[in-house]
């Protein structure tokens, strides 16, 4: 009975499997593969930065499902498509009320100058700016627009930005609660707010560095795009706030009008019977190279850094982390193909484990050893184990507002055992050999033997990342502990500092991986990210093998089911789309 019951289970399940799972996969690819709506003779593509937007695309082919997202990623390489696209006459922006990340605003505003030197208009337009986060970044954006609207009345409020940090310290004294923490060392302010009540000077010293090399960033790039004296829009903007009307008479931006007033304008311009084309449909139509010449792997890697394979996290989630296990993996594959003759490492990341870090880390060494150079363009972050990732790259290229270094370390744990005996919660502990084996127990602080031996591992680990990075940068490890103690720096600082090689963006890292790889004419850019299929995506949602899947819908192909002979049909094209690689444009702006 218990087998026939175990056996009626599996049979149930696959046709659960079958009938729910299989039709959803093939709704969802062969949405895909559909492709976007017929292009227009002349088109006018609309980008919406309102979305929300990540540094790369989501790797599981069913996360973002039922809600809409972008990637700077994706916008870039569109972008580059678009300028020779005959097709494409102008690009219209709708522009976020708040501030975007300090990164992607760098990466994006490269990408619309280099637009825009193609001869093709950019308009953007604003329903307003508003103070808060880091909205200086936005309007940069705006500013490198051929046109800049503002809706009628709207608010300006671009006079710098601010930065809130919650403070937990006198609230954990109340309650008997310990953050029992050691950082490495006085900048690595990452559990500050835990341990004091106020910013430490040093804590102090790094935040404003950083926002102040951020502002300085934006205020010089918005002056040069609308030219105009950096200090003097300095003091015009620090004036305000404004509403819209003010804002175009001081010359913040070009016209006050309604968003459809915008579009008409640019549709105009765009010539007789221009549409408005949505930019993910154009870009979701890309054409990728499947030639045979020399190539360049992209390999990209956002989040949090953990070690493993991504085998656990919802594939519906938009969340993403880098698993060392996948990501070493993918630098082997480009150090196999033999048509790869370089990689380009993009990151974007605030740091994670310090030996998933070195495992990511090793396999950059070993594309480096197989003649590979090894080149990473940092989005947003590259801090901490993003940075001990990135230390010994044959180049490194930050955004102007990258936040890199914060080469330091912090460890410990929260002591809740007397917070909780208020409650009538006692927590006891039991164990066996050493001391250390209790260590990261919750009822109590560490003891001074325990304390030591963290405080030890600690400089240890310290010593490691100081090691790699003066090997790797080529610094005396002395000059490394100098600029390191967990300091974060910006991408324009970072190079002053000799952290970092150049300051630019994706397309800067390319050309300066085609030059280190000696790559003549033009180069395939071929993306080797670790992605998963359809089929192991479904197999992560309903926790059943991806053979089983693979099995079932096989088998009804030859029963003459249409819906499974759709799906591989489907999955055969799907592959062929991800070997091929993307076309590589002209050089960018600096």
Known sequence: MKQFLITAAGVFAGLMIFLIGVPFVLVMIAAGAAGPPAMPARAVLELDLRDPLTDQSPQSPLAGFGRRSESAMSIIEALRRAETDDRVKGLFIRLPEQGLEPGLADELRLAIRHFRASGKPVFAHSQGLYAGGPVTTTYMLGAAADQFWIQPGASFQVTGFANEDLFFKRAFDKYGVKADYQQRYEYKNAVNAYLYDDYTPAHREAELSWMGSVYGSDIAAAAADRKLDPAALKRTLEAGPYLAEDAQRLHLVDRVGQEHEAENALLRRAGSGAEMVDFDDFARGRHRDRGTGPAIAIIEGEGAIVT??????????????????????????????????????????????????????????????????????????????????????????????????????????????????????????????????????????????????????????????????????????????????????????????????????????????????????????????PTASPFEAIEKLLGVSATSVRTLAAAAWVLGDPRAQAILDRMAEARLREQGALALAPQPLR
Do not use: C
Request: charged share 20%; net charge positive; hydrophobic share 40%.
């Open 308 to 529: 493993g394979h991504d085998g656990a996290a919802n594939p519906l989630s938009g969340g993403s982390s880098i698993y060392s296990d996948d990501l070493s993996d993918a630098f082997y594959e480009a150090i196999r193909e033999k048509d790869v003759k370089a990689i380009v490492f993009r990151l974007n990341s605030p740091g994670g484990s310090d030996t998933a870090s070195e495992q990511i880390l090793d396999a950059v060494r070993a594309a480096k050893a197989a003649g590979k150079p090894v080149v990473v363009s940092m989005g947003t972050y590259g801090a901490s184990g993003g940075y001990w990732v990135a230390s010994q790259a044959s180049a490194i290229v930050a955004e102007p507002s990258t936040l890199t270094g914060s080469i330091g370390v912090f460890g410990g744990k929260f002591a809740v055992g007397p917070a909780l005996a208020r409650f009538g919660i006692d927590v006891r502990q039991l164990g066996v050999g050493g001391s250390y084996a209790g260590a990261f127990g919750l009822g109590q602080e560490f003891t001074p033997e325990q304390r030591a031996a963290i405080s030890h591992w600690m400089d240890r680990i310290y010593d490691n990342f100081v090691a790699r990075v003066a090997q790797g940068r080529k610094l005396s490890p002395d000059r490394v502990r100098q600029i390191a103690r967990g300091h974060v720096w910006t991408g324009a600082q970072a190079k002053q500092l000799g952290l970092v090689d150049e300051v630019g963006g994706f397309y800067d890292a390319v050309a300066k991986a085609q030059a280190l790889a000696k790559i003549s004419g033009e180069p395939r850019l071929k993306r080797l990210t």
